[in-house]
């Protein structure tokens, strides 16, 4: 099921041009801050995480390799370092636009 869910997002993600429409960055911001802000630096001009070794979601944005589709996959599966890690499709979505506004 979770495949099916997964598959239009996918579709979607592919296109760069594509992808601010998919989510609203506004709402991804809103969602980051009170669910990631904890261990995240995810304001855009916020340089250093509350924790030392934490990237940052400027860092995370311009990793190289960091595409849509690969955080749009790791926001769907667990994270060992990340304790109860999934987020919501419709949040996701938020999530990836509002990344996407933090690329150099
Ligand atoms: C409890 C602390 C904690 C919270 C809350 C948290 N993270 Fe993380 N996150 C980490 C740590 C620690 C790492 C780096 C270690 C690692 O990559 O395994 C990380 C890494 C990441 C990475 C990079 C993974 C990689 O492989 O480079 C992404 C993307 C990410 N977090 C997104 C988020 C988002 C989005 C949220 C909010 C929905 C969030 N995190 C909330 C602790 C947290």
Do not use: W
């Not at 239009?8 to 709402?27: H, T």
């Not at 250093?48 to 400027?58: A, E, H, L, M, Q």
């Not at 589709?69 to 919501?88: C, E, G, K, N, Y």
Request: aromatic share 8%.
């Amino acid at each position: 099921m979770r495949l099916l869910l997964a598959l239009p997002f996918a579709v979607l993600a592919v296109s760069p041009a594509l992808a601010v429409e998919i989510g609203d960055a506004a709402r991804g911001l809103d969602y980051a801050r009170v669910n990631c802000s904890e261990c995240h630096a995810v304001e855009p001009r916020e340089m250093i995480s509350p924790f030392f070794d934490v990237p940052t979601f400027r860092e995370i944005a311009n990793t190289p390799g960091v595409s849509e589709l690969a955080l749009i996959s790791f926001f769907q599966t667990p994270h060992p370092t990340m304790p109860d890690f999934v987020v919501p499709s419709a949040d996701i979505r938020d999530l990836v636009a509002y990344l996407a506004t933090l690329k150099n």
